[in-house]
């Protein structure tokens, strides 16, 4: 079964910047909830940002509007998750993943997600 493929994860500095892109198989791009998750270490795996492909509504977790964005490139199957004003509490493993046709975004609990990528680590030093 091909997988969702992460990338753009690193190391910088609080203040910085990342973008993540996240490659989903063709026949799991459309019609469905792609989101970004984040787990760090001690901590459950929480949805930061999502978005129903094809829609211009995304969905975000409270504490990151305002720095995180999510986008979509159609054309290529790819989501992004552009990250500004970075804080080490930021720092984490990012997921994406994307739901079952047909399913929203909301709540975005990991459970309803079924197709999963390996990740990317994020590190912001203070």
């Known amino acids: 079964q091909v997988q969702m493929v992460e990338s753009g994860g690193g190391q910088v500095q609080a203040g910085g910047s990342l973008r993540l892109s996240c490659e989903a198989p063709r026949d799991n791009y459309s019609n469905r909830c792609i989101s970004w998750f984040r787990e760090a270490p001690g901590k459950e795996r929480e949805g930061v940002a999502g978005?129903?492909?094809?829609?211009?509504?995304?969905y975000y977790l409270d504490s990151v509007k305002g720095r995180l964005t999510i986008s979509q490139d159609n054309a290529t199957s790819t989501v992004f998750l552009q990250m500004n004003s970075l804080k080490p509490e930021d720092t984490a493993w990012y997921f994406c993943g994307a739901t079952v046709e047909f399913q929203g975004c909301a709540p975005m609990r990991p459970a309803r997600y079924s197709r999963w990528g390996k990740g990317t680590q994020v590190t912001v030093a203070s």
């Open positions: 978005i129903y492909t094809g829609t211009v509504s995304p």
